[in-house]
Nanobody
Framework: QVQLVESGGGSVQAGGSLRVSCAVT????????MGWFRQAPGKEREGVAT???????IVADSVKGRFTISRDYAKNTLYLDMNFLKPEDSAMYYC?????????????????WGKGTLVTVSS
């Protein structure tokens, strides 16, 4: 079984920065695909960024140029560095992982999910 535990959320003013982290524990720690998703109140969950085991990444257009996804294999941890935050970035941020590389192409089909960490950006 794989467990994903997010941390690092919080409150920040618009224009500020935050880093959220996702610690991976369990049987399969070198997962082929990992990613970040977010869900704001009243909105559908959306993909933010993915990182495959070869270092390939995709980033949603809404955060491109502001957010960076990275992965530390030695620490079994996934990161999302968020800069120039906007109030519309406020959401619960979820870490996800897949036994397949496919979700890293289109955000669909993740197998494992964390419980989320809340990010609030004030204007």
């Amino acid at each position: 079984q794989v467990q994903l535990v997010e941390s690092g959320g919080g409150s920040v003013q618009a224009g500020g920065s935050l880093r959220v982290s996702c610690a991976v524990t369990g049987y399969w720690t070198n997962l082929p695909c990992m990613g970040w998703f977010r869900q704001a109140p009243g909105k559908e969950r959306e993909g933010v960024a993915t990182h495959d085991i070869y270092g390939g990444t995709i980033v949603a257009d809404s955060v491109k140029g502001r957010f960076t996804i990275s992965r530390d294999y030695a620490k079994n941890t996934l990161y999302l560095d968020m800069n120039f935050l906007k109030p519309e970035d406020s959401a619960m941020y979820y870490c996800a992982a897949s036994r397949s590389q496919n979700p890293c192409r289109n955000f669909n089909g993740m197998d494992y999910w964390g419980k989320g960490t809340l990010v609030t950006v004030s204007s």
